[in-house]
Structures are given as structure tokens and as C-alpha cells.
């Protein structure tokens, strides 16, 4: 029987090299598969990790019809066995709902893949409506590390370098060190112990503080 599958992590768990990885097995034995991603870090249309892996795929906008894209699909002679679906918090509600009919009607896999909460710490509506429909939900055992060490639970947002808890939701960014000061991009995403996050206590600002002189032994 075809199941939906959601995997979910925080940002460098993992996810978009094990949907890679998962549509390698599947192509490996046969199956035809497509492959839909959303606001990714290589730009529109890509799939991507951070080690460096992409492949070529559907980008997912607001109004993408996942049900008539199927079913014009397999009218026309084509071929689908399963669908890799990737920044999958980033659909709409009504996308996963379409998602789980092409499970349950055409009786296709569709595996998707996504972060559950936003910088605010706050569920995607796409992630919490595939918390609903889902058949299966793994959380990825590669675990992702706060500064700290401890285990990293929260997606954190900086704007040059200082971290924020309010504005869009949906702002493309990225965990990877800018170079320098100067190459710095003005919004980046960093994961956080929910100590820290709730402390906004970000890995510059630990550093910071550390580096600071210590007081004075008067005043």
C-alpha cells in the first residue's frame, strides 16, 4: 500500500541529502519518480544540500496543483511511481491535502521532507497539516548541533548577525559562515538548543560576551 511519508529535522539534519538519497534508491530499482522542492538555497527549480548534491526539480508556487499534475501526468502515458516533495513546510495546507488524495486514490509514495517549526518556533501550516495526514513521520537521527553542543531543537534567524523572533515568515537563507564581515549576508539561519533560543543567544553573541573584559573589581 502507498503511504505518505514526512521526515522532518532541523536545518543541516540532513533532510534534502536523505530525499536525494531516497530517490537514488528508488531510480536504482526501477521506479520512475518526480521530484518538487520550494524556496531552496540553489535558487528555483533546484534541489540542493549542503554537501553540495542537487538535482533538477518542480518548483512547488503557492497555486501548484499536486492532484492535476498527477493525473495530466499518467493521461498522457506518463509515468510515476513516487513523488519526492522537499521544503515541504513551505506548502500550502491545501497542497499536502492533495498530496495525501494522490496517496490514497492513485495509490502512489509520496515521501516529503521538511523542518516543523519557523524561526519563531512555530509550526509551518504545511508541516502541521502533514503532522495530520501523514502515514508515517521519522524525525532524522542525524542530529544537528547547537554552539553548545547539546542537541539542536530550533531554527533561528539573524539579520546581520543579530537574532530576530518577528517578520516574514518565508526569507531564503542559509546556516553556512559567511567568509568574512564583508560577505556577510544580511539573513541567515543558525540552530539553536532551546536554551539558547530562548535566550537569543546565538554563536556570535556567546562569542562576544566571552571575549568581553571582565569587570572592574569597584563601582
Request: hydrophobic share 40%; aromatic share 8%.
Amino acid at each position: 500500500m502507498a503511504e505518505l511519508h514526512y521526515f522532518t529535522g532541523t536545518m543541516d539534519s540532513g533532510k534534502s541529502t536523505l530525499a536525494l538519497q531516497t530517490n537514488h534508491n528508488h531510480a536504482a530499482r526501477g521506479r520512475v519518480g518526480q521530484i518538487f522542492t520550494a524556496h531552496d538555497r540553489a535558487g528555483a527549480a533546484t534541489l540542493s544540500s549542503r554537501l553540495g548534491l542537487t538535482h533538477e526539480a518542480t518548483e512547488v508556487a503557492p497555486d501548484f496543483d499536486f492532484w492535476r499534475h498527477v493525473v495530466e501526468t499518467l493521461t498522457r502515458g506518463g509515468r510515476i511511481d513516487y513523488l519526492i516533495c522537499d521544503e515541504a513546510q513551505f506548502y500550502e495546507p491545501g497542497q499536502i491535502d492533495q498530496l495525501a488524495k494522490v496517496v490514497d486514490e492513485l495509490q502512489l509514495d509520496v515521501f516529503a521532507f521538511g523542518i516543523l517549526t519557523d524561526f519563531r518556533s512555530r509550526l509551518f501550516p504545511g508541516s502541521a497539516r502533514l503532522v495530520e495526514l501523514a502515514d508515517r513521520m521519522h524525525v532524522l537521527q542525524v542530529e544537528a548541533l547547537c554552539w553548545c553542543g547539546k542537541r539542536a531543537t530550533h531554527n533561528a534567524r539573524t539579520e546581520d548577525g543579530v537574532m530576530v523572533t518577528e517578520g516574514e515568515v518565508v526569507v531564503v537563507g542559509d546556516t553556512a559562515p559567511a567568509p568574512s564581515p564583508e560577505d556577510r549576508v544580511d539573513v541567515a539561519y543558525e540552530v539553536l538548543c532551546r536554551q539558547h533560543f530562548r535566550r537569543r543567544l546565538t554563536a556570535a553573541r556567546a562569542k562576544a560576551v566571552s571575549l568581553a573584559p571582565e569587570p572592574l573589581p569597584f563601582g
